[in-house]
């Protein structure tokens, strides 16, 4: 058996646009997550979000998933050039 989750919420001006707070309760139950890529579909009554995919990592996830053995260390394998020669 599944919880509905339901609250009330006021369409808010965002820019040039409209916004609705996703609120945190609303997002753990969706399994929402910052980045993550979503469908905004005009459906009969409303509007449905479906996720499309997986989260977008932030740069300090990747950098924590970087690892130089796997991903090759340095970019440039040649010896000192230009001002990095003493």
Do not use: Y
């Amino acid at each position: 058996m599944s919880t509905t989750i339901s609250v009330d919420q006021t369409v808010q001006e965002w820019g040039n646009g409209l916004a609705v707070r996703i609120t945190a309760p609303v997002a753990k139950a969706a399994r929402f997550t910052r980045g993550l890529p979503i469908k905004v579909e005009v459906v009969d009554g409303g509007v449905f979000l479906r996720t499309v995919g997986k989260p977008k990592l932030t740069l300090a996830q990747k950098l924590k998933a970087f690892d130089p053995d796997i991903h090759g260390g340095e970019v440039m394998v040649s010896g000192r050039v230009g001002a990095e020669v003493f």
